[in-house]
């Protein structure tokens, strides 16, 4: 055999004998947060992160049919060489509106801006403090930057503290990122202490707001949430999650936004978005702005389920439930689908060992009837604490 094939055949029998090799299995998503999978029976998902069901709003499906009968099915190029259709500078002026910041700057996706923006503000003489559980996307910026990586424990401001304390001066500039909303916990970062440390001490706060934008802050998102705005000069987020399209974005001053546009790689060496993820997405936060009901009820249904499950009242429309082992998880996700519902089990890598967990999510699209029988099966599955 081909090294190369062995190499794959060994790994992927290692991953197998730990239950955490992962498999793609079509999936047709309807409106409501129905879904079949691979021709199955239709199921309810408390799994997606359209929190809002604006994948499926009529109205910004019909932005999407728009822009590309107007502009095409695909940008043709970087948006520096033909591919900044107008669409983008309406959603870059909507997405700084909505976040209080002077301009914002639209990437292919939140792992593209990730990868983009921490390597163009920070070199291997600075200094970068993240939260321990920070998306992968954000190591993988990190590790691209060359900078100094020093992690301090989930949501522990006194940690940081002491690493600022004892590391800032040996460095040039000085990073610290975390997630605005923990994408496997439902928790949201400290974001007003942690932007007094970064302002005491000449640093850039910058927060990951995939998983906060349209949920949490009114649909602002963290900063707005946890009252620090004008703390956080660096916002960043996806446009995939509760807008229900797709691309990422960073939202900021203007000079940094200008030196994005100049400077960082993944904006310059990759193809503009098709049209029709633009179009949406400026339909989809046109939504956000105006319908407060909407955005309001995914943390209102996830506070419904935790409270009937015994679990703490959640902050955010992510509901973990832990249970232990890689084989106990992924049993009880099969016994809600045998029920009816669509819940995915969470693994490690993805969690730390030991953890593995239901992670349930909520979305304004779902039926209070579906909740509610949500809770009926997780506790005749025996799931309530
Ligand atoms: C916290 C966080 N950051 C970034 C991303 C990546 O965003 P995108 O799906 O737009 O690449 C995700 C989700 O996948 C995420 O959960």
Not at 101 to 129: H, M, Q, R
Not at 179 to 187: E, K, R, T
């Amino acid at each position: 055999m081909l090294s190369l094939n062995h190499f794959a055949v060994q790994k992927l029998a290692a991953l197998e004998a730990k239950n955490q090799c992962r498999r793609l299995v079509d999936t047709e998503r309807t409106a409501a947060m129905a879904l079949s999978v691979a021709g199955g029976p239709s199921l309810i998902s408390f799994t997606d992160n359209d929190y809002l069901g604006l994948s499926t709003h009529p109205d910004v499906v019909e932005a999407a049919r728009d822009a590309a009968a107007r502009y095409g099915a695909g940008a043709g190029a970087s948006r520096l060489v033909t591919g900044n259709h107008p669409l983008y500078a309406a959603l870059e002026a909507k997405i700084a509106a909505i976040k209080g910041t002077e301009d914002a700057c639209v990437f292919g996706s939140g792992y593209l801006a990730n990868v983009g923006i921490i390597p163009t503000l920070v070199g291997k003489d600075d200094l970068i403090l993240a939260d321990e559980l920070v998306h992968t996307c954000i190591h993988a910026g990190m590790q691209l930057s060359r900078a100094r990586v020093l992690t301090f424990r989930h949501n522990d401001v006194a940690h940081a503290t002491e690493l600022m304390a004892r590391e800032r001066g040996n460095h040039g500039r000085a990073l610290i990122v975390v997630d605005g909303v923990y994408s496997m916990d439902g928790d949201i970062a400290p974001l007003k202490d942690l932007g007094e440390l970064a302002l005491a001490h000449d640093a850039w706060l910058m927060n990951d707001d995939a998983h906060a934008l349209g949920t949490i802050g009114g649909g602002r998102g963290s900063a707005h949430a946890t009252g620090a705005e004008g703390l956080v000069p660096l916002q960043m987020g996806t446009l995939s999650k509760g807008v229900g399209a797709y691309g990422g974005y960073l939202a900021a001053s203007k000079p940094v936004i200008d030196l994005m546009k100049t400077r960082a790689r993944s904006f310059i060496y990759t193809t503009g978005l098709p049209p029709a993820a633009v179009g949406a997405a400026l339909k989809a936060l046109e939504l956000i702005e105006s319908d407060a009901e909407m955005v309001a009820r995914p943390v209102k249904l996830a506070r419904t389920f935790a409270s009937a499950m015994g679990l703490p009242t959640p902050e955010t429309p992510i509901v973990p439930l832990v249970i232990g082992t890689e084989t106990d998880a992924l049993a009880a996700s099969a016994r809600l689908a045998d029920e009816g519902f669509k819940v995915i089990a969470f693994r490690p890598p993805t969690v730390p060992e030991g953890t593995s967990r239901l992670r349930f999510s909520f979305s304004a699209s779902h039926r209070d009837e579906d909740v509610a029988r949500l809770i009926e099966v997780a506790t005749k599955l025996g799931l309530n604490r």
